[in-house]
């Protein structure tokens, strides 16, 4: 069957077997930030934002998410470059294998988004859904508090 | 060199994290190609069975399904890194519950995934056995028929007088110790694509951690000529040594070999835990002594190693927990002797740290242990023992940088260490807080896995455009290693980062190189990168000395000018005319790296100096014991490394973040349970518990710089050491805060909990 989805403002139609999750979805439009680490909605690496809200879209049925509005990591970047958030995530040092980093970035921006000042304690209760095996959540945590105080820069 | 840090020690991006950030970046699994088959592999359902018929007609008959791959239908060779024992497909019986049996190539992942239900294989089971030491006796079934007593492999490495020694010492610790088996759980399950072109070379694109290394085990298996083999490294989501050895690349060979196709085979979570191969375990029975001044004078161990049903890289496993810790100290007198043990498990294989996590653990409790009897502050003791630049060890290696006192030294400066001697419990008290130390030692390109040729080379190539592309055989495991090599040139050329590529390992253009593994990827790889582009910078002058008409002695290079007296030319001038000027070559750098005085260590006495240079590091944790919930909570955690010299802050201090928090799981919370079929009972990120974010601590780093005098810039290794003292520092801290010996991992809050009873229990005995 055939639907159609709204991502990073756009309207596309993808084939679809009902029983599809969004994930697998997302990935057929060739989409591929967003990551199968689990399957499970255990790992986060699929994350996506679903009306602004942050989802495992390997839990969510690719047919209901018709008609709401679907943020994948391709749609984050803007005209003027990399959102703040990546942009962080570059200079901090936050990526290494980079397999988790569109998940980890996705729900950075929803937690900034509802929260714009979080502690470390707020920050890595967010980032609890979203494993990382590389970096020991160190710079990930660094990265996003860097944002929360305004983007100071990392002197050293 | 007058402009030596412009780029190297300064917090440099990697080159790849804006595609890494923007998700543009393609790991294996995201790989797609036209005419793509898709296999999926039906693994057994027991431990320890005869196979007496395989049915796959009603698999093959399904719509989609190309074809049913078993044994029959695949090259009968043997495979396995040390020790030929491992089938592509297991044959007449399987040995451990999750072997590869047969596999369906589909034209989809889901039809493959539906028809290997409809494959009926009749076993017959066999008596099964599990743990190692059970394994060893005269009664237990035998699991290959060529290995008498399931003995794999017996090692011994003894050096002095260890009778003697013992006899002389004031002090003597003896115990027994568990360490588990923990899996890497890399994000991105292990995944390849493979197919064979018109002119018969076969391609496969893999995360695999050693192109070189894989592609002449493939040429051999399949009976190919090298040269027809093609490996090109996609970088994948983490690897930590399980996507170093053979566990799935033959298997898609195999299917695109027969069929013709491109065929793509990608674990799920469940299958990884079957498919990548995890930490050795073992059981470790370790005697330590030291005189009253706590000075350590001898050492003996028995390791029993459970290798699983086949033999992977384990062998090279159990020589390094048998050697390995022995040159941390001054030691003289070892005796070591291990058994590499087949059991009807999931083979055990690579993982960061290679074998000396394990023994770690055993000597770095002990020696607590003998310090406390000593009351002798355990920092201390361990610096007493430390040894310098210039020792060679008790097995032959050569130290030529240590900064072990000077890391043991910070930790206790910049932690409040105020260590007072195995903690009491008291009646009624509800949180105990305790401090522990630890330390490593670790290679950096250890030598012996392939014994040919151990060195590395790379090239530096320019073209007219200016443009610098590296080449390196090493590859990208996700570590940093390609922005590692591109500060080197960088450095070297004096030119921007944004000027220089650095390409994926692909042996039709790549040079020689072995990879992620041994550590050994910025010392051995970068030193040959180094080399390259010093010899394209020299042929850079000679080029500009041409076009000035004066000879090459007479320029000078500078912030990417090449002078001499009022004349000036641009690095990208040099490179254009100098292109241009010879009908458009391209300048070709090359450099190699051959470690000198390296040598694989002796078979028998496993002696002599293994790797260029050696990285020492130690680790300090303050934590809380919760004693209603067994709970550990690390309060603070630092981590001081002896890497040689930081060639990039951000990567070398997430290197040691990352493998600190690694360590805390392997200490806490990892262990891989089995079944009584050695099924995997916890194959998902909810039961096998790797560290979150809100369990982990904001690990301190700090590093020591020794400048060793071979590696590149001085660096030596930081990654695998990263994980090494970090579950004895725990152990430590335990024993600190409530007196408790620990002797096996995980130190889940049920065991500590249990102990805690046992403790108080006693407390209330004494009453």
């Known amino acids: ?156 | 060199m007058k402009n030596e840090s412009r780029v190297i020690g300064r917090k440099v991006s990697r080159i790849d994290a804006t595609e890494k950030v923007t998700g543009s970046f393609k790991y294996p699994s995201d790989l797609t190609m036209p005419g793509l088959l898709h296999a999926v592999v039906l693994r057994s359902p027991h431990g320890h069975a005869k196979i007496e018929e395989i049915e796959s007609s009603a698999a093959e008959s399904l719509e989609g399904v190309i074809k049913v791959f078993t044994a029959k239908d695949v090259s009968q060779e043997l495979f396995g890194e040390i020790v030929k024992d491992t089938p592509i497909f297991a044959r007449e019986k399987v040995r451990y519950y999750g072997e590869p049996v047969a596999c369906v190539l589909a034209d989809s992942e889901d039809v493959a995934r539906n028809a290997i239900k409809k494959i009926k294989v009749k076993y017959k089971t066999l008596p099964e056995v599990f743990d190692p030491s059970e394994a060893m006796k005269e009664e237990a079934p035998l699991i290959h028929d060529n290995y008498p007593g399931n003995i794999a492999v017996e090692k011994k490495a003894e050096r002095g007088d260890v009778e003697k020694a013992f006899a002389e010492c004031a002090v003597i610790e003896k115990d027994t110790f568990t360490l588990p088996y923990v899996h890497q759980v890399p994000l991105e399950p292990n995944g390849c694509i493979a197919f064979v072109d018109e002119r018969g070379q076969l391609n496969l694109y893999t995360p695999n951690q050693s192109p070189a290394w894989l592609r002449s085990r493939l040429a051999e298996l399949f009976n190919l000529d090298l040269f027809q083999v093609r490996v090109i490294q996609i970088q994948g989501g983490g690897g930590f040594g399980g996507k170093c050895p053979l566990t799935i690349e033959q298997i898609c060979v195999a299917l695109a070999l027969d069929i013709k196709r491109p065929v793509r085979l990608v674990n799920n979570r469940e299958e990884d835990f079957y498919a990548t191969w995890g930490r050795v375990p073992m059981k470790i029975e370790l005697e330590l002594g030291a005189d009253k001044s706590g000075k350590l004078l001898a050492k003996r161990s028995r390791v029993i190693a459970d290798n699983g049903a086949y033999s992977n890289i384990a062998p090279g496993v159990l020589s390094t927990a048998l050697t390995r810790i022995d040159s941390l100290y001054r030691l003289k007198n070892v005796e070591n002797i291990g058994w590499l043990v087949y059991t009807n498990k999931i083979p055990t294989g690579m993982f960061r740290g290679f074998g000396n996590p394990q023994i770690t653990f055993t000597v770095e409790t002990l020696i607590d242990r003998l310090a406390a009897r000593l009351n002798i502050d355990p920092g201390e003791m361990r610096k007493r023992n430390a040894p310098c630049a210039g020792d060679v060890s008790v097995h032959g290696w050569n130290l030529k940088s240590c900064g072990l006192t000077e890391c043991i030294a910070i930790c206790m400066e910049e932690s409040n260490w105020n260590w007072k001697g195995p903690g009491k419990m008291e009646k009624g008290k509800k949180v105990y807080r305790g401090q522990g130390l630890a330390c490593c030692i670790h290679v950096a390109g250890n030598r012996g896995v392939y014994p040919s040729f151990d060195g590395s080379a790379a090239e530096v190539r320019i073209g007219p455009d200016g443009g610098v592309k590296v080449l390196s055989g090493e590859g990208e495991i996700g570590c940093g290693a390609n922005t590692t090599f591109a500060q080197i040139a960088a450095e070297i050329l004096g030119v921007e980062m944004e000027r220089i590529q650095v390409p994926e390992v692909d042996s039709c253009y790549s040079p020689f190189g072995l990879g992620a593994y041994a550590s050994r990827v910025t010392a051995i790889g970068g030193n040959a990168v180094k080399n390259a582009a010093e010899n394209a910078l020299e042929q850079l002058k000679e080029e500009a000395a041409c076009l000035m008409g004066l000879n090459k002695e007479k320029i000078i290079y500078e912030e990417g000018r090449f002078k001499s007296g009022d004349k000036t030319l641009t690095f990208e001038e040099v490179c254009r005319e100098g292109c241009y000027s010879k009908g458009g070559t391209t300048i070709v750098g090359k450099g190699t790296y051959i470690p000198q005085d390296v040598t694989i260590a002796d078979k028998e006495t496993l002696y002599g100096n293994i790797s260029p240079s050696y990285s020492f590091g130690a680790q300090l944790v303050d934590l809380e014991i919760d004693v209603e919930t067994g709970k550990v909570k690390i309060l603070d955690f630092l981590a001081v490394q002896d890497l040689g010299r930081v060639l990039n802050p951000l990567g070398a201090e997430g290197q040691l973040e990352g493998g600190v928090i690694m360590g805390i799981g392997y200490a806490l919370s990892e262990e891989l349970v089995l079944g009584e079929k050695g099924e995997v009972i916890n194959p998902r990120y909810r039961d096998y518990k790797i560290p979150l974010a809100i369990d982990s601590p904001q690990v301190r780093v700090k590093f020591v710089e020794t400048n060793d005098p071979v590696g590149p810039f001085g660096a030596k290794s930081v990654g695998e050491p990263a994980l090494v003292p970090t579950a004895p520092a725990i152990a430590n801290a335990i024993f600190n805060a409530v007196g408790i010996k620990v002797n096996s991992l995980p130190i889940t809050p049920e065991k500590m909990k249990m102990e805690l009873q046992k403790k108080i229990r006693e407390l209330e005995e004494k009453e």
């Not at chain 1, 689990?38 to 809200?53: D, F, M, Q, R, S």
């Not at chain 1, 989802?55 to 969510?60: D, F, G, H, P």
């Open chain 1, 1 to 156: 069957m055939q639907i159609k989805l709204s991502i990073n403002g756009q309207k596309k139609n993808v084939e679809i077997n009902p029983g599809d999750t969004l994930l697998k979805a997302i990935r057929r439009l060739g989409l591929t930030g967003t990551k199968e680490g689990c399957g499970e909605g255990e790992c986060g690496a699929c994350t996506v934002l679903l009306e602004g809200l942050p989802i495992n879209s390997c839990l969510y049925l690719a047919f209901n998410a018709q008609g709401k509005d679907i943020l994948t990591i391709e749609g984050l970047k803007g005209k003027n470059g990399l959102h703040p958030i990546q942009q962080a995530f570059v200079e901090e040092g936050a990526i290494q294998c980079g397999y988790c980093t569109p998940g980890m970035v996705l729900i950075s921006k929803a937690l900034i988004d509802r929260n714009p000042h979080p502690t470390e304690e707020e920050i890595r209760n967010s980032l609890s859904g979203n494993l990382c095996r590389c970096t020991g959540y160190v710079k990930i945590v660094n990265a996003v508090k860097r944002v929360a105080e305004g983007g100071k820069r990392n002197e050293k």
